[in-house]
């Protein structure tokens, strides 16, 4: 049975967010441009990025199942982490995975994947 | 509630095609052998592939969730995007995530894993 | 609809196993500490792992839709093979992607990261 595929922000890339059924799917964020800050800066705008998705999306950050992150250096991993912990909601964490890449561009320190269900 | 999984051209390692009620999952595709060619070369035979095993999974390119890009060299960030960008149907355009990694050989440029739904 | 989202073994970082419908999400899975060992002896410890989170989720082996495994040298892929393919049930490998990625810590040689259905 075809089912319905919903796509918001919608380029010839890529969908920022991607809707089916109950499930909603976010390409990968990262921060903007060649003034993206430290990893802390860019860990906070990541994850400001995600709660603007998410709401577009009829979800919220207490609402995530998985979230693969990616990063430039791994000694980043407390860094990030720290940003990470204040940012989940108390018993809410997702199932996540994070190794380290490099980036689409080279000041680009953190991305993060996140999959989640309607609110 | 056990719900059927359908799995298609199955190894001891891996199966090509996962379906799960109307989710279908591809197992990472990259071109084949040594004599793989550039990344615009591997990233067409790589869609050709997803193509072909979309197919027989019960789906087809409009109807991919996600895409998770690996790319050997990061440089080749430009190259990609534009044999991808020319296989994408219009408005249809899966959440992407694309970062660099080494692949399971040295001659390997590029591996996407698919998530799609059925058609 | 507001679906329930089962979160099991929750950090203030991640919770291990997330269950949602008929979907359970594990957390990348590593080998223990700095006495973590060669790739053979984490790849067991991990898959290990994997089984005893899979059956607190209610799921196991036969069952598993999606594996992502990040090698921290890709030359250790034909050996973490090994261990994977005596692993995997007879006609239930799951689709794989394999790339190589640095971990959170040095010593950790492969982090497998699960998507699987309920038994």
Same mark, same amino acid.
């Given at each position: 049975?075809?089912? #319905?595929?919903? +796509?918001?922000?919608? $380029? !010839?890339?890529?969908?920022?967010?991607?809707?089916?059924?109950?499930?909603?799917?976010?390409?990968? #964020?990262?921060?903007?441009?060649?003034?993206?800050?430290?990893?802390?800066?860019?860990?906070?705008?990541?994850?400001?990025?995600?709660? $603007? %998705?998410?709401?577009?999306?009829?979800?919220? +950050?207490?609402?995530? %199942?998985?979230?693969?992150?990616?990063? +430039?250096?791994?000694r980043?991993?407390?860094?990030?982490?720290?940003?990470?912990?204040?940012?989940?909601? =108390?018993?809410?964490? !997702?199932?996540?995975?994070t190794?380290? =890449?490099? %980036?689409?561009?080279?000041?680009?320190?953190?991305?993060? $994947?996140?999959?989640? $269900?309607?609110?």
């Open positions: 049975m075809t089912t #319905q595929i919903e +796509r918001i922000d919608v $380029t !010839p890339r890529m969908s920022k967010i991607v809707r089916h059924e109950n499930i909603v799917y976010l390409c990968g #964020q990262t921060a903007k441009g060649a003034a993206a800050g430290d990893v802390v800066h860019q860990t906070h705008e990541v994850l400001s990025r995600v709660d $603007t %998705l998410l709401a577009k999306a009829g979800s919220d +950050r207490s609402r995530i %199942l998985t979230a693969m992150i990616f990063l +430039r250096n791994i980043d991993f407390a860094a990030m982490n720290e940003v990470w912990e204040s940012w989940v909601p =108390a018993g809410a964490a !997702p199932a996540r995975t190794v380290q =890449a490099h %980036l689409a561009s080279e000041e680009l320190l953190v991305e993060v $994947t996140i999959t989640a $269900t309607i609110s």
